[in-house]
C-alpha cells in the first residue's frame, strides 16, 4: 500500500571513491521500486524480483560484497 510508504531513498548508488554503481538497501525496509527517471511504481513482486536477482548476481562477486556479524552495541558508519 503506497499510503504506507513514509520514506524513499536510492536501491543503488555510485560507490563514493571507486565510483562504480552498487546496492544499498535493507530487505526490512523495502516496500517497491520506484524508477527514479519515469516516476513508475514497481509492484512489490516485480520490485523484490528485481531485488533477489540484483543479489543473487552479485554472489558471483564474492570479493565486492561487505559482510558484518553484529554483536551487541556494534556501529557501523558508512561514510557517503
Known amino acids: ?3 504506507e510508504v513514509t520514506h524513499s531513498h536510492l536501491l543503488v548508488r555510485n560507490h563514493p ?4 554503481p552498487v546496492l544499498s538497501t535493507a530487505a526490512s525496509f523495502v516496500h517497491h ?5 519515469t ?3 514497481w ?4 520490485s523484490w524480483r528485481f531485488i533477489s ?3 543473487v548476481a552479485s554472489l558471483e562477486h ?3 560484497i561487505y559482510a558484518h ?3 551487541r552495541c556494534c556501529i557501523i558508519l558508512i561514510a557517503l
Open 39 to 41: 516516476g513508475e511504481h
Open 69 to 71: 556479524r553484529y554483536v
Open 1 to 3: 500500500n503506497l499510503a
Open 53 to 55: 536477482d540484483s543479489f
Open 33 to 37: 521500486v520506484q524508477d527514479t527517471e
Open 17 to 20: 571513491v571507486t565510483g562504480v
Open 62 to 64: 564474492p570479493e565486492l
Open 43 to 46: 509492484s512489490v513482486e516485480d
